[in-house]
């Protein structure tokens, strides 16, 4: 009887160093979106493009989407702007874009000069659409099917990889859903 | 001269110390309430800095977050309803105390258990120790004569 004890700090080892390896490689900054399986909450914002021209969470229906927040102030924004052009244009993702804290003319500016992925995008340059999202660090990405309802977030830059592994299986899985 | 010139400039400092002392960047009516924009932003979770409070982070939005909390006090919001508001946006993760539910509960619990666990582990030790004492006695009939003998040879010497 007593022998056994001698066990219990092994045991304790490796049952620790199993709880520890688990954590290996898992990016504690990941968070997921409070808002996987809600609707995109309302709004009403300015088109960038197109002052005074209001958009509302309308524009999510019918199609799977993207929605990128981006600014012309967010470094990472810039690295990731060649792959949404690349899967606007090679792939056919529809994206939206949600500029966000940013101001109109650098946007523009932007857009011009970069080349513009996005089918609309929205201006929220009080990030309000941003706060009720639960945006905390620009890029970020979601997928939203065609009810408009978000499935997916990925915080950080979105690039081949990214979307091969993490976007492209949902966006698939809502237009089957879809179809 | 010069003495009460200089005692009248420092006249006119004490009040600014005191407001200073008072001050409620924020503007709040009471000081219960400031207190408690205190308590709410401090145990609120900045999700950009993760191991800070929205009290102390500088990220953006720890500061539209602070903002949220003092509009909705403005408003007449209960502390429930403003951390539940920023959780419906943030995610259970803004808490540092998070809701006891079934996620949670472990860890909650582990407090508990760990103090059960070490008092189990005292009686344990405890009972075996008396039953040890309770046992026969450790030497044998035969060998507690012995004893006796040997030690009463040694008193005669």
Redo the contacts between chains.
């Keep these: 009887m007593k022998r056994v004890f001698l066990f219990v700090p092994l045991i304790l080892v490796v049952v620790l160093g199993i709880v520890l390896f688990a954590g290996i490689g898992k990016d504690?900054?990941r968070?997921?979106?409070?808002?996987i399986g809600k609707t995109v909450p309302t709004f009403a914002l300015d088109d960038l493009e197109k002052p005074g021209t209001k958009l509302d969470a309308g524009v999510f229906q019918g199609q799977v989407s993207l929605l990128n927040v981006w600014g012309t102030w967010c470094p990472a924004c810039r690295d990731e702007h060649d792959d949404l052009l690349w899967l606007a244009q090679e792939q056919g993702v529809r994206i939206i874009g949600l500029n966000y804290?940013d101001n109109r003319e650098e946007a523009l500016v932007w857009l011009e000069r970069l080349g513009n992925p996005y089918e609309l995008t929205i201006y929220d340059p009080k990030?309000t659409l941003g706060?009720?999202?639960?945006?905390?660090?620009a890029p970020e990405t979601y997928v939203i099917d065609t009810d408009g309802v978000v499935r997916y977030r990925h915080v950080g830059v979105v690039n081949e990889k990214v979307w091969k592994e993490d976007l492209e299986p949902v966006v698939n899985q809502y237009r089957e859903d879809a179809s | 001269m010069t003495r009460l010139v200089v005692l009248i400039l420092l006249a006119m400092l004490l009040p600014v110390q005191a407001n200073a002392d008072e001050a409620n960047v924020e503007g709040f009516d009471s000081l219960q309430e400031e207190q408690r924009y205190r308590d709410l932003t401090a145990e609120l979770r900045c999700p950009k800095c993760q191991n800070q409070n929205i009290a102390d982070s500088n990220a953006p939005i720890a500061k539209d977050m602070r903002d949220r909390v003092y509009q909705m006090m403005q408003d007449g919001a209960s502390n429930n309803e403003i951390v539940g508001d920023l959780v419906d946006r943030f995610g259970e993760f803004v808490r540092y105390k998070p809701e006891v539910d079934r996620r949670t509960i472990l860890l909650w619990a582990t407090p508990a258990i760990a103090v059960g666990v070490g008092l189990l582990a005292v009686a344990g030790i405890i009972i075996r120790s008396r039953r040890r004492n309770d046992q026969t006695p450790s030497l044998t009939a035969e060998e507690q004569a012995r004893v006796n003998r040997l030690l009463a040879d040694k008193d005669r010497e």
């Design positions: 504690p900054t968070l997921e979106s409070a808002l804290k990030g706060f009720d999202l639960g945006v905390y660090g």
